[in-house]
């Protein structure tokens, strides 16, 4: 019978299954009257005919089986009867199905709630048609060059000689995040927004709600004063105005004109997708065009491209990747200063979007399994000390005739209706875990808020749920199965028929369950360790009363440095006079906010490096006053002055890193130093300042080179962060500092307000929610393990109460019995500390990659952990101890 015949015979016995079974009778009391009646014909006597007949036709109820089982009857109404005995019994022991469910849910609950995390973040189709054709060639660094990124952007010619030569890509986009001052609409409002090629919306295969994308016209220098609106945007700015196509909005003082708004929910790229190597908002509000000149680069140019693309249909990740090999060994050729900086690697959507949270995740996925396996063991002990109940009923069933599959059978379903039970608790709190999670998840996580119990997640739910029923319930099941009929009927069933076996089985999984929370709580541990070693890492600035904030300057507004410098020293200006504030700064970059800007540099005192040995420093542009805003201290000579201007000598400041690197024991003031690709004139280093943490606090300070901005030409000096240091909270700034900027123009909104404490914070997220997560289940796994352990050695107390009450009777005293549970515990406990040591030394050198400061074998955190474990396994035996001391050698000595 086929899975459809067999769904529908059971569909029909489910609704019929009493209709069916009166006519069976009816037709079974047929043949037994027919019968009678010809063995009457034959002269027997009424009695005796039905007599032969129904020895003729055997046992009743047997041909009844069998005729059910021919009819594919017998196994879906055995089932429900299982299912409805074991109801009943779980009934009777309210206790038992209580902690049972319970340790269930936890389990199911927990894994639930990850699973629907990993499933947004890894495994859910992103909302794109065709996302597996959407890939981005990013660019590698030069072999051996380490700045703390993994991938660079590429150039403008690099690009357009990709779109150009390209073979395997249908349509090609290039893009940059920048911000957009919104005038004249109301208050003066800073965006967030994307330059975009017009290749990057066909990549992505999207289109707008209202309007359309740009045109390839659009895409170029003199026609891009057009823009695409968030509908996040058009609503919140534009109230969702229909006629919103065609009318013209100021951005950075330039007239735009609106030509399409973008479905719900749709903000592309967002922060938490894109590398750290890139900087984009968490959400972007408009799209301009990316209008790249063809001819020689001006000033006002960005370098600095992220690349997407769509596949052609039916090329493939490696197809493509040799096609960008094969582009990259031409710019090679091409290009005399660019060796080794042509490698590319061409990465799918769905994997960037997932980023670095891939590991974490799955961390926390096999974390979240040990816990189940650690809850399916709890239980199972249970279900062992409960099958020695049940000894009388499982020998009376097979005394009278059921079959060894049978008695598995029946204990299966049990155990199974009892996962389902606590699968059905785990399904409310895994939603109850996902609300919280969503709420209070770090949003460096990409797509958290697309978590939800959708059918996949209900999918492996159900499959969790049966798989941890049937693995807890086998061994007890086998058990039952396996007894000798003989010994139990001899024994009456009584419980104390205990078997060497069934001790056995349960004490081995009391060790299993102490080694594997061993193994989960050194993880935490270790991870604990490490989130404290960073806490206590010195950043190279000081993030206690400091703010900073963003401004971005329209570039028809401030055409020339003279201009910039001049606003940026008014507003500086109006920031030192404001009362509480002790300094004012404004730089390019902000420490740990993930951007900095790395370049290739010279020496005067020595000859050019190329390939590999070229020297490379991050350039930051600041003003006189960032280091003492920011709290980074001028280790030698001296920081910008007022008087560092255009028309006096260039001058740097350098990193300790930098000067340790490259004169190491020698004194770098007075040396000479200056970007190397750029005609800059050399600038003498007059001062060295403390190392700082530029993306992480894990890093390794990078090299820095410092310059004042009122020196140099930039086109970052249009977008630039303003730093300020106060003597009192910097929340109480927060009213005056928009009046202070506003006062210099009052069309310069301001952005990204933060304070420095929480830019450090924000960076310590995803390791912070991996040790809580984990903490969570360290704990849960402590005390399910305690669980199992006061279960097992309580259990070994009442099936020794006799034995107690002979051993006190004879002399023993309390305190040496007490001992004798306690040493009984402490051995398990000492026997699974010694496996979980041995396992979590092998399973921690996979977490090498989430550590800092620590080593995957630290004896301190095996050994604490070890000690906790075994003080809890103790408190657990205690109470067993104490009730064993207590026990009344005549009472004892009359038990059973």
Same mark, same amino acid.
């Given at each position: 019978?086929? &899975?459809?015949?067999?769904?529908?015979?059971?569909?029909?016995?489910?609704?019929?299954?009493?209709?069916?079974?009166?006519?069976?009778?009816?037709?079974?009391?047929?043949?037994?009257?027919?019968?009678?009646?010809?063995?009457?014909?034959?002269?027997?006597?009424?009695?005796?005919?039905?007599?032969?007949?129904?020895?003729?036709?055997?046992?009743?109820? =047997?041909?009844?089986?069998?005729?059910?089982?021919?009819?594919?009857?017998?196994?879906?109404?055995?089932?429900?009867?299982?299912?409805?005995?074991?109801?009943?019994?779980?009934?009777?022991? @309210?206790?038992?199905?209580?902690?049972?469910?319970?340790?269930?849910?936890?389990?199911?609950?927990?894994?639930?709630?990850?699973?629907?995390?990993?499933?947004?973040? $890894?495994?859910?189709?992103?909302?794109?048609?065709?996302?597996?054709?959407?890939?981005?060639?990013?660019?590698?660094?030069?072999?051996?060059?380490?700045?703390?990124?993994?991938?660079?952007?590429?150039?403008?010619?690099?690009?357009?000689?990709?779109?150009?030569e390209t073979k395997t890509f249908e349509d090609l986009g290039a893009f940059l995040s920048g911000t957009f001052d919104l005038t004249g609409s109301g208050d003066p409002v800073q965006l967030n927004g994307l330059r975009a090629s017009a290749g990057f919306f066909p990549s992505l295969g999207v289109s707008p709600a209202l309007g359309r994308t740009f045109t390839d016209e659009e895409d170029r220098p003199g026609n891009e004063h057009v823009v695409i609106l968030s509908d996040a945007l058009w609503r919140e700015r534009f109230g969702g105005d229909q006629s919103i196509l065609g009318r013209a909005i100021e951005l950075n003082g330039a007239a735009y004109t609106v030509i399409g708004v973008m479905p719900p929910g749709f903000a592309f790229p967002r922060a938490n997708e894109m590398p750290d190597s890139f900087t984009f908002a968490p959400q972007v509000q408009l799209w301009v065009p990316l209008a790249l000149n063809r001819g020689p680069k001006i000033l006002n140019e960005s370098d600095e491209l992220a690349v997407i693309g769509r596949l052609k249909p039916g090329v493939?990740?490696?197809?493509?990747?040799?096609?960008?090999?094969?582009?990259? =060994?031409?710019?090679?050729?091409?290009? =005399?200063?660019?060796?080794?900086?042509?490698?590319?690697?061409?990465?799918?959507?769905?994997?960037?979007?997932?980023?670095?949270?891939?590991? @974490?995740?799955?961390?926390?996925?096999?974390?979240?399994?040990?816990?189940?396996?650690?809850?399916?063991?709890?239980?199972?002990?249970?279900?062992?000390?409960?099958?020695?109940?049940?000894?009388?009923?499982?020998?009376?069933?097979?005394?009278?005739?059921?079959?060894?599959?049978?008695?598995?059978?029946?204990?299966?379903?049990?155990?199974?209706?009892?996962?389902?039970?606590?699968?059905?608790?785990?399904?409310?709190?895994? =939603?109850?875990?996902?609300?919280?999670?969503?709420?209070?998840?770090?949003?460096?996580?990409?797509?958290?808020?697309?978590?939800?119990?959708?059918?996949?997640?209900? &999918?492996?739910?159900?499959?969790?749920?049966?798989?941890?029923?049937?693995?807890?319930?086998?061994?007890?099941?086998?058990?039952?199965?396996?007894?000798?009929?003989?010994?139990?009927?001899?024994?009456?069933?009584?419980?104390?028929?205990?078997?060497?076996?069934?001790?056995?089985?349960?004490?081995? $999984?009391?060790?299993?369950?102490?080694?594997?929370?061993?193994?989960?709580?050194?993880?935490?541990?270790?991870?604990?360790?490490?989130?404290?070693?960073?806490?206590?890492?010195?950043?190279?600035?000081?993030?206690?009363?400091?703010?900073?904030?963003?401004?971005?300057?329209?570039?028809?507004?401030?055409?020339?440095?003279?201009?910039?410098?001049?606003?940026?020293?008014?507003?500086?200006?109006?920031?030192?006079?404001?009362?509480?504030?002790?300094?004012?700064?404004?730089?390019?970059?902000?420490?740990?906010?993930?951007?900095?800007?790395?370049?290739?540099?010279?020496?005067?005192?020595?000859?050019?490096?190329?390939?590999?040995?070229?020297?490379?420093?991050?350039?930051?542009?600041?003003?006189?006053?960032?280091?003492?805003?920011?709290?980074?201290?001028?280790?030698?000579?001296?920081?910008?002055?007022?008087?560092?201007?255009?028309?006096?000598?260039?001058?740097?400041?350098?990193?300790?890193?930098?000067?340790?690197?490259?004169?190491?024991?020698?004194?770098?003031?007075?040396?000479?130093?200056?970007?190397?690709?750029?005609?800059?004139?050399?600038?003498?280093?007059?001062?060295?300042?403390?190392?700082?943490?530029?993306?992480?606090?894990?890093?390794?300070?990078?090299?820095?080179?410092?310059?004042?901005?009122?020196?140099?030409?930039?086109?970052?000096?249009?977008?630039?962060?303003?730093?300020?240091?106060?003597?009192?909270?910097?929340?109480? &700034?927060?009213?005056? &500092?928009?009046?202070?900027?506003?006062?210099?123009?009052?069309?310069?909104?301001?952005?990204?307000?933060?304070?420095?404490?929480?830019?450090?914070?924000?960076?310590?997220?995803? @390791?912070?929610?991996?040790?809580? $997560?984990?903490?969570?289940?360290?704990?849960?796994?402590?005390?399910?393990?305690?669980?199992?352990?006061?279960?097992?050695?309580?259990?070994?107390?009442?099936?020794?109460?006799?034995?107690?009450?002979?051993?006190?009777?004879?002399?023993?005293?309390?305190?040496?019995?007490?001992?004798?549970?306690?040493?009984?515990?402490?051995?398990?406990?000492?026997?699974?500390?010694?496996?979980?040591?041995?396992?979590?030394?092998?399973?921690?050198?996979?977490?090498?990659?989430?550590?800092?400061?620590?080593?995957?074998?630290?004896?301190?955190?095996?050994?604490?952990?070890?000690?906790? $474990?075994?003080?809890?396994?103790?408190?657990?035996?205690?109470?067993?101890?104490?009730?064993?001391?207590?026990?009344?050698?005549?009472?004892?000595?009359?038990?059973?």
């Open positions: 019978m086929n &899975l459809l015949g067999v769904l529908r015979t059971f569909a029909a016995n489910v609704m019929h299954n009493s209709h069916i079974d009166d006519e069976m009778d009816e037709e079974l009391r047929s043949h037994l009257e027919n019968r009678t009646e010809d063995l009457e014909r034959s002269g027997l006597s009424h009695a005796e005919a039905a007599r032969r007949a129904r020895m003729e036709f055997g046992g009743y109820q =047997k041909f009844k089986e069998e005729c059910r089982e021919a009819a594919s009857v017998h196994f879906f109404d055995t089932l429900l009867q299982d299912i409805r005995y074991g109801l009943r019994t779980l009934r009777k022991s @309210p206790g038992f199905t209580a902690v049972a469910v319970l340790t269930l849910a936890l389990g199911i609950g927990a894994s639930t709630a990850v699973f629907s995390l990993v499933n947004a973040v $890894l495994l859910k189709p992103l909302p794109f048609p065709h996302a597996e054709q959407i890939v981005f060639p990013w660019r590698l660094p030069r072999k051996g060059l380490n700045l703390g990124f993994d991938i660079y952007p590429w150039g403008r010619v690099d690009f357009l000689f990709f779109a150009q493939t990740i490696s197809q493509a990747q040799a096609d960008m090999d094969v582009m990259g =060994k031409r710019l090679e050729r091409d290009r =005399k200063n660019g060796q080794g900086w042509f490698r590319s690697n061409v990465t799918p959507l769905a994997r960037q979007v997932a980023g670095d949270t891939r590991q @974490p995740l799955l961390l926390i996925l096999a974390a979240v399994g040990v816990v189940v396996l650690i809850a399916c063991s709890n239980v199972a002990s249970l279900l062992l000390t409960r099958s020695l109940n049940r000894k009388r009923e499982m020998t009376v069933r097979a005394a009278l005739g059921a079959r060894a599959s049978r008695l598995i059978r029946q204990l299966l379903t049990e155990s199974v209706v009892l996962a389902g039970m606590g699968g059905v608790l785990g399904i409310l709190l895994a =939603k109850l875990a996902i609300y919280f999670v969503k709420i209070f998840g770090p949003s460096s996580i990409p797509r958290l808020n697309e978590a939800s119990l959708d059918i996949r997640v209900f &999918l492996f739910a159900l499959g969790v749920t049966l798989l941890t029923g049937i693995l807890f319930g086998l061994a007890p099941a086998l058990g039952a199965a396996r007894q000798n009929l003989v010994e139990s009927l001899k024994d009456g069933g009584r419980r104390s028929g205990s078997s060497r076996a069934s001790q056995n089985a349960r004490n081995s $999984l009391l060790v299993s369950q102490i080694a594997l929370a061993l193994v989960l709580v050194i993880a935490t541990g270790l991870l604990t360790r490490t989130f404290y070693r960073l806490l206590k890492v010195d950043p190279g600035f000081q993030t206690e009363h400091a703010l900073t904030f963003q401004l971005t300057l329209p570039a028809s507004k401030y055409p020339d440095q003279a201009h910039i410098v001049s606003v940026y020293r008014q507003v500086l200006h109006h920031l030192q006079g404001l009362p509480g504030v002790e300094a004012a700064g404004v730089t390019e970059t902000v420490p740990m906010d993930g951007v900095t800007e790395s370049t290739a540099i010279r020496f005067s005192d020595r000859p050019r490096a190329n390939g590999p040995e070229t020297p490379m420093a991050n350039y930051t542009m600041v003003s006189p006053g960032y280091f003492a805003a920011a709290g980074t201290p001028i280790l030698r000579g001296r920081g910008f002055l007022e008087s560092d201007t255009a028309n006096s000598m260039p001058v740097s400041v350098i990193s300790e890193a930098l000067a340790r690197k490259y004169w190491p024991g020698q004194d770098p003031i007075g040396k000479r130093i200056a970007p190397r690709s750029l005609s800059f004139p050399e600038e003498t280093i007059v001062g060295i300042a403390a190392d700082v943490k530029r993306l992480s606090l894990r890093e390794s300070p990078p090299p820095e080179m410092y310059v004042p901005y009122t020196q140099k030409i930039w086109p970052s000096l249009l977008e630039m962060n303003v730093v300020v240091r106060t003597v009192q909270d910097p929340a109480s &700034l927060t009213a005056s &500092l928009p009046a202070a900027v506003h006062s210099v123009d009052p069309d310069l909104p301001i952005a990204n307000l933060r304070t420095l404490n929480s830019i450090v914070e924000d960076s310590m997220t995803v @390791p912070r929610f991996a040790m809580l $997560l984990l903490g969570a289940f360290g704990g849960l796994a402590l005390v399910l393990a305690a669980v199992g352990m006061y279960g097992v050695i309580s259990y070994n107390v009442t099936q020794r109460t006799q034995e107690i009450g002979i051993r006190m009777a004879l002399g023993a005293q309390r305190g040496s019995v007490f001992q004798m549970v306690l040493g009984q515990g402490a051995r398990l406990a000492a026997f699974g500390i010694a496996i979980g040591l041995a396992a979590a030394f092998a399973a921690t050198r996979l977490m090498r990659s989430f550590l800092y400061g620590v080593d995957s074998g630290d004896p301190l955190t095996f050994a604490a952990v070890a000690l906790l $474990l075994a003080l809890v396994a103790l408190l657990a035996c205690y109470i067993p101890a104490r009730r064993a001391m207590r026990v009344d050698p005549m009472v004892a000595l009359r038990y059973e």
